[in-house]
DNA sequence: TAATTTTTGCGTCTCAGTATCAAAAGTTTT
DNA sequence: AAAACTTTTGATACTGAGACGCAAAAATTA
């Protein structure tokens, strides 16, 4: 589940927004920079962050529109992972296979790929009259394994 | 996936209440008789909507306080289906092992039960050090089966 | 350089959900 | 049954993520 390689990543962005008649500018550039330094999943707010870091001239409602732009290329997959607000998963391009477990106490969320479990994802999708095409399945449990570990920050602890 | 029915939903509340020195109320009982004459999947302002039509003296507020409630005393299930907004399923307290898939277009919901899934998704949390406790699982894919009938209706179409 | 198009940043707005608080309703004590 | 106390209610204000409108700035084209 390695993302993308920046440089590969930048070159599918320009392609797209030439082709939408779109233009590369310092602040996009910024964000796409930040973007493919991670492969942890973001949100908004950590990115505008984070960019802001490299580039100080990177506004929130600039950060609020290039994400879709990511999304709609195919760079990065908008995530929802039951919070109320979404998450930016920048590792589908390299990987658009993987789905995720997350932890419902804290916020952990492992990232795991598993033949058997797509072909059943598959078999039931069918059967119930769902067509294959971006699926995407998401287990939602608690991580007390880790926590005897203490590993896992539980709030309610 | 039937719902539990509306005089032992009525009794478990009671009990619930009773144990946390709440009282009952013309306006939770307004609520809960709602709750418990759906099996569908509703959203909070959906509620006060259909609970309205039965109690003119339910408010906002109220339906905002009984719902956590209802879900602490398990009679229905806090859900989350990608929007914006939180749906309660009052199906949990008959069938608590089924799991959903949504259609990412329209907002179709459908529920199914797979021992074989479940058994997988165990298998994989474990071995992601998950525990099983509260597990659930969440498929979303495109009904574009039942858009070729006519039944599904997608936003984009 | 001037005209045109796109992008930006600020501020405002929306919408689900939460918090506040005084009034109302229910319970317990005298 | 009146007083004292507790819980619940509904109106209203507030929050936080994200969308939107608009005028200024930047980039492109003429
Ligand atoms: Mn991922
Ligand atoms: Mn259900
Ligand atoms: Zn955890
Ligand atoms: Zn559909």
Redesign the pocket.
């Given at each position: 589940m390695a993302r993308i390689n920046r440089a590969a990543a930048k070159e599918k962005f320009l392609r797209f927004?030439e082709q939408k008649?779109?233009?590369?500018?310092?602040?996009?550039m910024a964000i796409i920079d930040t973007v493919f330094s991670t492969d942890q999943h973001f949100?908004?707010?950590q990115m505008l962050d984070w960019a802001r870091e490299r580039d100080q001239?990177?506004?929130?409602?600039?950060?609020?529109?290039?994400?879709?732009l990511l999304t709609e290329s195919g760079l990065v997959h908008e995530m929802d992972f039951g919070k109320?607000?979404?998450y930016y998963d920048p590792n589908y391009a390299d990987s658009p296979n993987h789905n995720h477990i997350i932890c419902q106490d804290c916020e952990r969320i492992v990232e795991f790929e598993s033949d058997k479990i797509e072909k059943l994802q598959g078999e039931i999708s069918q059967s119930l009259g769902f067509s294959l095409k971006a699926q995407q399945l998401r287990i939602t449990a608690s991580c007390d394994e880790l926590k005897r570990l203490g590993a896992c920050k539980n709030k309610a602890s």
């Open positions: 927004l008649n779109l233009r590369m500018t310092s602040q996009r949100t908004a707010e001239a990177v506004s929130r409602a600039t950060v609020y529109r290039t994400l879709p109320d607000y979404k």
